[in-house]
């Protein structure tokens, strides 16, 4: 049966996340339709993966602001639900959970974080869809009594050695050879609603960080916006369907990112996680 599908894009992330699922629905003749925020990264990686998309509003850092427009967001794709007379919506989204309780559609939340991590997601999403999928190693910390878990965990949905094929080609952009020794090191700025209160490394213990590495490699930073001045020297852009293949070949990748810790064990390199602290 043919079904007509929505797949919501909160996060850059979930693009890399979803990505294949779309073109598999898609190879199998479902209609699908994409909506994201107005966030310039995830809408660059649809536009460099080919997939068409819809806008659905400006995204907020605010976490009252985030509240305010959630209601929006919700409005935005109730309309498109009904317009396109959606049968099933996909994403780690809340306003696919709510939407589902609106209309017709059934949901499927995607979700590889503890309750207690993010619990404002867990109260407002949990409750309302339909389907919800979490990595087996959640067991035990997740309160939605019908989740159901898989054996694996987000990030193989696209680096899975199946899938994913690294491009040495990569390295020659920034100067690296194949066997060079280099680090990366990524630095977020809290501003999901889980991370009210925390903060991320200070400047000094960046600082203290890349004098002990300097010896041992390359430093790469990767930051999700401005930098500091200081670590201007260590900045590096690359776009961002292809930090995975530099991440790849890297000696070690050290940061405060979860899903790039992630990302980096998946692949086999070697990855050290800061924790913020509260303060």
Do not use: W
């Not at 994409?34 to 907020?60: C, H, M, Q, R």
């Not at 589902?100 to 499927?108: G, H, R």
């Not at 987000?154 to 020659?172: G, Q, S, T, V």
């Amino acid at each position: 049966m043919i079904m007509r599908i929505l797949i919501d894009i909160g996060h850059p992330g979930h693009v890399h996340l979803l990505k294949n699922l779309i073109y598999d629905l898609k190879r199998k003749g479902h209609k699908i339709f994409v909506t994201v925020k107005d966030i310039p990264s995830a809408k660059f990686l649809l536009s460099k993966y080919s997939i068409n998309y819809e806008e659905i509003g400006i995204k907020k850092d605010n976490i009252f602001a985030k509240a305010l427009y959630q209601i929006y967001y919700n409005l935005k794709l109730l309309m498109i639900v009904r317009k396109h007379n959606i049968t099933l919506g996909i994403g780690s989204s809340i306003s696919i959970a709510h939407v589902s309780k609106l209309s017709k559609m059934k949901s499927i939340v995607l979700d590889d974080d503890d309750d207690d991590v993010q619990p404002l997601f867990a109260r407002y999403a949990h409750p309302f869809c339909d389907t919800l999928l979490s990595p087996e190693s959640l067991k035990g910390n997740r309160k939605k009594k019908n989740t159901i878990f898989y054996p694996g965990f987000h990030e193989l949905a696209y680096l899975h050695p199946n899938i994913f094929k690294p491009d040495a080609n990569i390295l020659d952009g920034i100067g690296l050879k194949q066997d060079e020794p280099f680090f990366i090191m990524r630095f977020n700025v809290f501003k999901a609603h889980h991370d009210v209160g925390a903060k991320g490394l200070s400047i000094k213990q960046k600082l203290k960080l890349i004098n002990f590495l300097e010896p041992y490699g390359k430093i790469f930073i990767t930051t999700e916006r401005e930098i500091e001045p200081e670590l201007k020297n260590f900045q590096i852009k690359v776009s961002p369907e292809k930090i995975h293949h530099l991440m790849f070949f890297a000696t070690m990748f050290i940061g405060d990112s979860q899903t790039m810790t992630s990302e980096a064990a998946v692949i086999g390199v070697p990855a050290i996680r800061s924790n913020s602290f509260v303060g």
